[in-house]
């Protein structure tokens, strides 16, 4: 396989990146990264609430955010960019080739997860020293590898932008861990004049040179945050004064693992972490619940969000305690339009590098860019996502995680032939 133009690019680029991973709403340096990249390429870039809909923001943290300002400032980002962030995280970047024809979204994530780098020199990031500085973030899942994959596609646009028609809009989505970014991000807008969109994952279940144009089985999701909360007293002395709010969260998760399977399609609920009490002879007056629900389709998924908040309040209500339920997180499923399924299908063919091209896999994940398909869809666009596949050492979220950097070549010769096509 030759290598690409961009390839040193989308390697160093990646692996500056991969030293700085910054989780989902907290992407400030991120985002000041590739505003000063695109802006250098000659780039119109949008942020703040011209993107995304503050009202809209799933899962986000205020705390973490201050914070992350702050670190951001302490790092050198202008006061000035980070003013126009208006604290939110993300960019698109915007390519009016002033020609009529269509418009065009491509999506990008940026941000990483909770999770510890392997230090050891068995880990090529650690050996060759590009390994994340950041204790317990780790860009685990290669959205740093999306974002220089963006990059150096709004590189190849600007270059050849005599060569094509109409407008392109390439989206650096934040918080997709979680699936909590992208439904701000539609609520936007910034995808509803768009005619085509498409996105991909890097790895996932395919091998470097294999290519997924039709993913299958996107499960819907909703994440939740469930707190109760009870009333204190003394254990010994008067137990029936107080409000037990741990026997309560500890009653709805065995409820919740019971949530009947659905006889039209596949469903998953997990609790993930449970937190309560406050001490050995008090009646515990916190506990708080993650989950999350999945199901095949949104009317499954709705089934199993329904069993959830029907359970809480019913449980709250026999142990007497207040509860409280927050969504944080969504994804829906997807179906990709065959017109670009066969277009995919058709540049991979001729794509370099490519071995395989394979359909209806099943992703058997959930992912946010579900969301702006979908919005796209509804008007009437088309929209597709696929797998690019690359050899990787260590499962996805895990401190081992690597991937192969040549796969990202073939990745830019899809998108830019794609591009070629749709905007032609
Ligand atoms: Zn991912």
Redesign the pocket.
Known sequence: MTQCAYHDQLISIRRQLHQFPEEGWTEFCTTAFIVKHLRELGYEVLMGEKVVSRKDCLGRDPKLVAQAIETAKARGVEQALLDEMQELTGCVAVLDTGRAGPTVALRF?IDCNNVQENPSEEHRASKEGWASKRPGLMHA???DSHISSGLAIARWAMEHKDELKGKLKIVFQPA??GVRGAAAVAASGIVDDCDYFLSS?IAMMAKSGEIITSPVGFLCTTKYDISFKGRPAHAGIEPNAGRNALAAACHCVTQLLGIPRHGAGMTRVNVGKITAGEGRNVIPVNAKLVMEVRGETGEINQFMASETENIVEGVAKSFSVGYHIEKMGEAVDLFNDKELVDMLDDVCAHTDGVKKVLHEVNFGGS?DATILARRVQAHGGKAAYFVLGSDRTGG?HTSDFDIDENSLDIGLNIYSEMLKRLMK
């Open positions: 994530d899942c290669g959205h997709e861990e994952h992912e996805h």
